[in-house]
């Protein structure tokens, strides 16, 4: 190929990333926003935490894990970039109807549907991905891609807090939905389907793996069951601090929502940048060395965020609080992009959106299926000793138990990730 034509393919793939970094803003601004409307939707419906913790967590979930699975084997065989678009409308469609919802069932049921949509978008997006990046700069894209999580949280935040104070929380949603039906002919017409294997030279067989097959396999990767299990116990704590965490500010530091997104939305945004970013482009470096190395910094760096935890939930100063959330919020979230992109290197070209969508199943299950439900229940139960200050110890207790594990279960996948990619087929 001519160096024209190597530029060209570059451009492309770039282009490619960059639209689906885009699209997965705004998976995140449709997923998350929710958190900072949460005060004003327990204003005018007057439910309880725990309602709360369902709409955040487990109305999303439900058929958000449970369609994942099937609708990454219809990635591994059919066209990704057609599943990708048609999801990306799904959900958007869904969130704009979330602002018309006269009730809470109503309201539920939408989430619902948002969960159905995007669904099918991070298994065949991660599978595209690893079709146009070698192993040696996967890595970095994941992390670049990822940067769609920072944003979209951002925009959600800052957004979200200055919508619901200007317009009220349904027209939020009614703004944040209607980008992305037209954002999904964009990628229709522009994105290109990349062959499988073209990364690494491999040959597609074209094979149609069934779904046991893919689990059975990566059952005997011993890396990816606790790189899996690590990331679904930090998304546990995750989910429950982004979807609680704006009204622990609000009861417990008297901060007003549109201050809270403010703040949240410029933290959260740029350290989980820092973080995805960073960590994509560590693992890569420190993987020459060998690829045990990429887990186990990660470990370390779950050990130092957790021991800015306590500080965070037991001092009485807001503003502190908030700077000091930072740190961990960028040594938290390091592990991502790296957990994904050795996903990918661990199966077969025509696995790979079952092997995501198998790892995303067990991170949504145990975060978004139970993290912000447990929040809620453990601050219900907590407010009859404590009163206001439930969601402050029902956090500090989610992410003082989980810290610790995580990093555990990161480095035992990191003694055996070398092994593990060795059995991997070749070409």
């Known amino acids: 190929m001519t160096d024209h034509g190597k530029s060209r393919n570059r ?20 997923r998350q926003i929710l958190a900072i409307l949460l005060p004003a939707i ?8 725990w309602v709360l913790g ?6 999303f979930a439900i058929l958000y894990v449970t369609l994942g699975i099937p609708l990454a084997v219809v990635a591994d065989r059919w066209n990704r970039r057609n599943l990708i678009a048609i999801s990306l409308a799904v959900w958007s469609a869904m969130t704009f109807l979330s602002g018309m ?22 298994p065949p997006a991660h599978s595209m ?20 999580i920072s944003v ?32 999904a002919g964009v990628l229709l017409i522009f994105v290109k389907e990349p062959p499988r294997g073209m990364s690494e030279g491999k040959t597609d067989s074209a094979r149609r793996f069934k779904i046991f097959e893919v689990v059975r396999l990566l059952w005997n990767r011993k ?30 530091h008297g901060l007003g929502i549109s201050e809270i997104g403010v703040y949240l939305g410029l933290i959260i945004g740029i350290s989980t940048a820092i973080g995805f970013v960073g960590g994509g482009y560590l693992a890569d470096r420190v993987a020459e060395i060998g690829r045990r190395y990429s887990m186990w910094v990660m470990s370390v760096a779950m050990v130092i965020g957790w021991l800015f935890i306590f500080p965070i939930y037991l001092t009485d100063d807001p503003y502190l609080v908030l700077a000091l ?30 092997a995501s969508s198998l790892l995303l199943f067990v991170i949504n299950v145990l975060g978004l299926g139970f993290g912000p439900l447990i929040a809620g229940w453990l601050s219900d139960g907590l407010a009859i000793a404590v009163g206001a200050e439930s969601l402050r110890y029902s956090l500090l207790i989610i992410a003082a138990v989980t810290g610790p594990w995580v990093a555990f279960h990161f480095y035992v996948a990191g003694r055996h990730i070398e092994g593990d990619l060795s059995k991997v087929s070749v070409p």
Request: hydrophobic residues 55%; neutral net charge; proline residues 4%.
């Open 223 to 252: 890396s990816f069951v606790h790189m899996s299990l690590g990331a679904g116990l930090s998304s546990f704590s995750s989910y429950a601090v982004l979807s609680f965490f704006p009204s622990f500010l609000a009861r417990s």
């Open 42 to 49: 327990k204003l005018e419906f007057g439910v309880e935490d």
């Open 325 to 354: 959330f930072f740190v961990p919020s960028v040594l938290n979230n390091m592990y991502l992009a790296t957990i994904f992109s050795q996903t990918q290197g661990l199966v077969e070209v025509r696995m790979r959106s079952v």
């Open 152 to 183: 979209g949280i951002m925009i959600a935040y800052l957004g979200g807090g200055w919508m619901v104070t200007t317009f009220g929380w349904r027209q939020a949603f009614f703004i944040v939905g209607f980008p992305g039906l037209i954002l």
């Open 129 to 148: 991905i690893a079709d146009m990046y070698p192993p040696e700069r996967r890595s970095l894209a994941m992390g670049i891609f990822t940067l769609g």
């Open 101 to 122: 919802a006269a009730n809470i069932i109503q309201l539920a049921l939408a989430r619902i549907g948002v969960g159905v949509g995007e669904a099918g978008f991070s």
């Open 11 to 30: 451009s492309a793939r770039h282009f490619a990333l960059a639209l689906l970094t885009t699209a997965y803003v705004f998976n995140f601004i449709d």
């Open 54 to 59: 369902f709409l955040a967590g487990p109305a």
